[in-house]
């Protein structure tokens, strides 16, 4: 039986892939997990799958934010932006938190506190910062473009007041190498069963983990496609030559 809701790993740019899984699969919906890069409105983009009867949600990555055009993109289909907030989708209440942790504001894995707590406290400490005839300017600039896409305290405090039944992140949880245990504590907070990740373009085997984080986790890869249940349904670009060299080398047979 075909999947209700697929999860899409970084598109970066490139969307043709996308609508040859949703033509085959027919999903109710379809999550972008980041890393979206739109050259244009994503409702423009996604106009074709939308077409199809599958609905198309995102939350925003890292590199969402490097060029304002990809930025405005997103911003042309708010309603349509997981970031943040719960909503049902296709029968799932999903969760959704884009972005990632940096230094200039917040490293949970670091003993020093937050810099900022919210977008609204940054904003307000870089205008006292900025002489007044230059505010305009500033808030245009790419350092603050850059932190449209960075998490703050508040963002997961605010979600961690609901109940979902799905979690959708750019960040990864700690069964990624690179993950962040405050990901799981926002997972167990709104108590999902189940968790899709993009960023590393990784996907892993998570499954040891799924008893101490007591949720199932997915790290979706680069221009890869997963199911609900996590059976993937198109490899990500780089799955096969990540997965070769973690494949440990047999050493040569005794003489």
């Not at 043709?16 to 994503?42: K, Y």
């Not at 890292?62 to 993109?73: F, G, L, M, Y």
């Not at 007591?214 to 059976?231: K, N, Q």
């Given at each position: 039986m075909a999947?209700?809701?697929?999860?899409?790993?970084?598109?970066?740019?490139?969307?043709?892939?996308?609508?040859?899984?949703?033509?085959?699969?027919?999903?109710?919906?379809?999550?972008?997990?980041?890393?979206?890069?739109?050259?244009?409105?994503?409702?423009?983009?996604?106009?074709?799958?939308?077409?199809?009867?599958?609905?198309?949600?995102?939350?925003?990555?890292?590199?969402?934010?490097?060029?304002?055009?990809?930025?405005?993109?997103?911003?042309?289909?708010?309603?349509?932006?997981?970031?943040?907030?719960?909503?049902?989708?296709?029968?799932?209440?999903?969760?959704?938190?884009?972005?990632?942790?940096?230094?200039?504001?917040?490293?949970p894995d670091s003993p020093m506190v937050p810099k900022f707590t919210s977008w609204q406290a940054y904003l307000e400490d870089l205008r006292q910062r900025t002489h007044p005839k230059d505010w305009a300017i500033r808030q245009q600039s790419q350092h603050v473009l850059k932190h449209h896409s960075s998490l703050f305290p508040d963002d997961l405090d605010a979600l961690a007041a609901q109940d979902a039944e799905v979690l959708v992140t750019h960040e990864a949880p700690s069964c990624h190498p690179q993950g962040f245990a405050k990901i799981d504590d926002l997972a167990r907070a709104l108590r999902v069963h189940t968790l899709f990740h993009g960023h590393h373009h990784d996907c892993l085997d998570y499954s040891a983990s799924t008893k101490a984080l007591g949720f199932r986790a997915h790290g979706v890869g680069l221009r890869g496609v997963s199911a609900l249940d996590g059976t993937v349904l198109r490899p990500g670009e780089l799955d096969a030559m990540r997965a070769l060299l973690r494949t440990p080398i047999a050493p040569p047979p005794a003489d």
């Amino acid at each position: 039986m075909a999947s209700s809701i697929l999860f899409a790993g970084d598109p970066h740019g490139r969307f043709d892939h996308l609508l040859a899984v949703v033509r085959a699969q027919r999903p109710q919906a379809l999550v972008l997990l980041g890393d979206i890069e739109a050259r244009a409105p994503l409702h423009e983009v996604m106009a074709p799958i939308e077409a199809l009867g599958t609905q198309v949600w995102f939350i925003p990555g890292n590199h969402d934010t490097d060029r304002a055009p990809s930025w405005d993109a997103l911003q042309a289909w708010p309603e349509r932006n997981l970031h943040g907030r719960v909503v049902e989708v296709a029968g799932k209440r999903i969760a959704g938190l884009g972005g990632i942790f940096r230094g200039e504001i917040w490293r949970p894995d670091s003993p020093m506190v937050p810099k900022f707590t919210s977008w609204q406290a940054y904003l307000e400490d870089l205008r006292q910062r900025t002489h007044p005839k230059d505010w305009a300017i500033r808030q245009q600039s790419q350092h603050v473009l850059k932190h449209h896409s960075s998490l703050f305290p508040d963002d997961l405090d605010a979600l961690a007041a609901q109940d979902a039944e799905v979690l959708v992140t750019h960040e990864a949880p700690s069964c990624h190498p690179q993950g962040f245990a405050k990901i799981d504590d926002l997972a167990r907070a709104l108590r999902v069963h189940t968790l899709f990740h993009g960023h590393h373009h990784d996907c892993l085997d998570y499954s040891a983990s799924t008893k101490a984080l007591g949720f199932r986790a997915h790290g979706v890869g680069l221009r890869g496609v997963s199911a609900l249940d996590g059976t993937v349904l198109r490899p990500g670009e780089l799955d096969a030559m990540r997965a070769l060299l973690r494949t440990p080398i047999a050493p040569p047979p005794a003489d």
